[in-house]
């Protein structure tokens, strides 16, 4: 997807509210028509038996009328596909939700030449037709692909609007040296490479962070439904959007040097879902450590782990390798001997058997460029584990 900024007036506004209100409320009825579906039950309207809905309602309703039938059609539209990809057993899907206002604000329009079109006016600015808004103009940051059938625009918390163009771009070539590269991912170091290098994702400044701090304070102090409520929460949103800017800056031009650096690029299969887990527990049986747990789970998601990696595979597909992680971190780079006390910190790894010592997360990024996952103290994930002593290797001839 191509995204630019969209800048449209005070009314062109209004009316991609109302766009995004109508898709949002279709898309709402939807769901609620297939969540009263059960086995041995009538099967819900598909997508066909829906459009002939939609005309009924658009009769009855002027408010529905007055808007796009086009963006409302779409939304079924993408539901059906929603639903489609659910029942997919090679899809990962999960099962389409509700949507709520002011988080899930956004609409799609198809069919280039009959509903819409897109156009350059300036260096810096250019133009596409909405359907009921006109032409709205867009921050004309780069060339818009060629054969674009599709876009959508969307809202995010901040009220800044963004239009997509649908475009699947071309993937990047390999150098074709052969060289391979391991990336650890951490928290206090984003990503570590097997060549040494350190890269760190850009967060928010130590001054914006206590600009947030204020702010959330305010934002519990102030009454719901208030103006000074809402003006808190788009203050935050703000903040937010800064720093999710940033970070998906950071992703894109790392994915892309790394893309054009390297044939192969290896990376540890971590199930990052599962490592953010609240701890809270239940009543019952409560947690332990929730405060510290959840501040890793803020560092582990600041640090845009899956972020990266999905940028990866898409600009270099069939080159992304994962790696089983079990004791990356305490295997040495140089002999191979896997000892938890070698692991001094955070950053000091000192292998116990031969003395090796570098950065941590280079060490543990060299193993997995290696493809090493190791099972045991002793194990190197092909022969078994042999539970030893750290011995000295004697140094080849």
Same mark, same amino acid.
């Given at each position: ?142 060339? /818009? !692909? @060629? ?5 959508? $625009?969307?809202? =995010? %918390? ?5 239009? +997509?163009? #649908?475009?699947?771009?071309?993937? /990047? !070539? @390999? ?5 391979? $590269?391991?990336? =650890? %991912? ?5 990503? +570590?490479? #097997? ?17 947030? %701090? ?5 934002? +519990? ?25 940033r970070r998906k800056d950071w992703a894109e031009k790392a994915s892309t040097d790394l893309a054009r650096r390297f044939d192969l690029i290896r ?131």
């Amino acid at each position: 997807m191509s995204r630019y900024r969209l800048l449209p007036t005070p009314a062109q506004e209004a009316v991609l509210r109302d766009h995004c209100g109508h898709a949002r409320y279709l898309w709402n009825l939807a769901v609620e028509q297939h969540s009263h579906w059960h086995p041995g039950r009538k099967g819900a309207p598909g997508y066909l038996e829906q459009c002939r809905q939609l005309t009924a309602a658009r009769a009855a309703h002027p408010w529905l009328a007055a808007g796009s039938q086009t963006v409302q059609q779409q939304a079924l539209r993408d539901f059906g596909q929603a639903m489609a990809a659910f029942f997919d057993p090679a899809n990962p899907a999960g099962r389409p939700s509700w949507r709520k206002a002011g988080r899930d604000e956004g609409f799609r329009i198809v069919g280039r030449g009959r509903q819409w079109d897109v156009r350059r006016v300036s260096r810096k600015a250019g133009q596409v037709r909405v359907p009921k808004a006109g032409w709205v103009r867009f921050r004309w940051s780069r060339e /818009v !692909p @060629a054969g674009v059938k599709s876009y959508r $625009v969307t809202m =995010d %918390r901040a009220g800044r609007w963004h239009v +997509a163009f #649908s475009a699947v771009p071309d993937p /990047v !070539p @390999a150098p074709g040296t052969g060289q391979v $590269v391991g990336i =650890d %991912r951490g928290v206090a170091v984003s990503a +570590a490479l #097997s060549t040494g290098e350190l890269l760190r994702c850009p967060a928010l400044t130590a001054r914006e962070r206590i600009r947030l %701090r204020r702010l959330q304070r305010a934002l +519990a102090r102030a009454r719901r439904g208030s103006n000074r409520r809402g003006r808190v929460r788009h203050a935050i949103a703000r903040l937010r959007a800064r720093e999710t800017d940033r970070r998906k800056d950071w992703a894109e031009k790392a994915s892309t040097d790394l893309a054009r650096r390297f044939d192969l690029i290896r990376v540890e299969d971590l199930q990052i879902k599962n490592m953010t887990r609240s701890a809270r527990g239940t009543r019952g049986d409560p947690g332990r450590n929730v405060r510290a747990k959840a501040g890793l789970n803020r560092g582990i998601l600041r640090s845009g782990w899956g972020l990266l990696v999905r940028r990866l595979q898409d600009k270099a597909p069939g080159r992304v390798e994962k790696i089983r992680p079990a004791f990356t971190s305490q295997r040495c780079s140089a002999c191979g001997q896997a000892d938890r006390d070698s692991r001094e910190s955070q950053a000091v790894f000192r292998c116990t058997a031969c003395g090796f010592a570098c950065h941590a997360d280079v060490n543990a990024a060299s193993n997995i460029a290696a493809g090493h996952a190791v099972t045991a103290r002793g194990g190197d994930g092909a022969a078994r584990p042999v539970n030893r002593e750290p011995q000295l290797l004697l140094p080849s001839a």
